[in-house]
């Protein structure tokens, strides 16, 4: 399934965005999440992941304590909550996902593991 991502934008260093991740024709629940993002000139790279049905949470040593990742059933969208956004944070930001075939599933947050990609947000984080 692909799944298109939103809500970015420009902010200032210690602002916050909340990012959504929405799909059509699948329903998200039963799919293992995962938000990532590529900076300029860099590979890219996993910020959180969140399981199928259960929701468990994983989170990038990078983002942990500012990034809260959750889903919403009732709407079929997955967030990312970006709290004490830095400077550093600024990267065009994705969300992809892997089937659950109706188990939990946890993937975890290498890219190479999820697919396929849609188009991105960009997050500018200003300083």
């Known amino acids: 399934v692909q799944l298109q991502a939103s809500g970015g934008g420009l902010v200032q260093a210690g602002g916050s965005l909340r990012l959504s991740c929405t799909a059509s024709?699948?329903?998200?629940?039963?799919?293992?999440i995962g938000w990532f993002r590529q900076a300029p000139g860099k590979e890219r790279e996993g910020v959180s992941c969140?399981?199928?049905?259960?929701?468990?949470?994983y989170y990038a040593d990078s983002v942990k304590g500012r990034f809260t990742i959750s889903r919403d059933r009732a709407l079929n969208t997955v967030y990312l909550q970006m709290n004490s956004l830095k400077p550093e944070d600024t990267a065009v930001y994705y969300c992809?996902?892997?089937?659950?075939?109706?188990?939990?599933?946890?993937?975890?947050?290498?890219?190479?593991?999820?697919?396929?990609w849609g188009q991105g947000t960009l997050v500018t984080v200003s300083s």
């Open positions: 992809a996902a892997v089937p659950g075939w109706g188990d939990t599933v946890v993937v975890g947050l290498d890219p190479r593991d999820y697919g396929p």
């Open positions: 969140i399981s199928s049905i259960s929701g468990s949470t």
């Open positions: 024709g699948a329903t998200l629940y039963y799919y293992a």
